[in-house]
């Protein structure tokens, strides 16, 4: 079925998975699916990918989005089937947190905080016992620059929860612990305020965490033709004042393919 041997850019062979040839069946590849994992990626942007290879590469860099393969079991960090593009972990030059096991990953890149500090003040030093704590303390999670720090281009919000909850368990902490964890799993589910114009668009957006989502966001519209007047990542309101050339259901695909999730949309005139 595939007539040229995928390789990485230093020429390693990839694996290819059946979902992936399954997927590929009448010689259309799938944009957003690994080849080697299966599995979907969500989509970075260019700077991202830059901001985590060495220079020597940026030459392979003839798209303004590519994707990123989150499976921990994947040696492929980022992709791009059209292009034929494809970094995996070892070259890549920034250790991926999704990808690493040990207790010294990176966790958030804006404020260089690992998970080994993380575990100091929940184990070692037991200050710390809900999310608001390891902010206060390791600043975790309250960076401004994820799309371009982190190789994920997305807050480590994302999984922060979800790794404070598993040491926190080492610890024997389980009583409330979902209920103080809930502000980080739960999106902002606000009402969107008022009916835009004609031509217009507003939409809710569930995922953002900080100033970084709403730049991902905003990119993410405005290279595929919007004019985007404001992104409250607070709120999760997107407000489009000109959609282009795109229609209101193209909103959805645009962002839930940055790996964000779009639960209502309300267009001038509809």
Known sequence: MFGVELRSVTGKPLKISMEYMELSRGGVKPKDV???SGS???????VTVSNHVDSRFWHYL????FWFCSDPGCPVVYYNNELGVYFLKDEVKTRVFQKELSEDRPVCYCLSVTE???REEILIKRCCDSLEDIQKFTKAGTGRWCPITNPSGKC???YLGELIESILRERGVEEGLRSRLED???SFRLEIPSKPSRGEAIVLVEGMSCEGCAVAVRAALENSGALVKTVDWRSGLVHISNLGELKPEDLKDVIEAIGYRVS????GGS
């Open 34 to 36: 690994c080849p080697v």
């Open 40 to 46: 979907r990626g969500h989509r970075v942007m260019k």
């Open 62 to 65: 003839k798209s303004d989005w």
């Open 116 to 118: 080994a500090m993380i």
């Open 156 to 158: 480590c919000k994302e």
């Open 184 to 186: 980080l799993r739960e």
């Open 264 to 267: 209502r949309i309300i267009s």
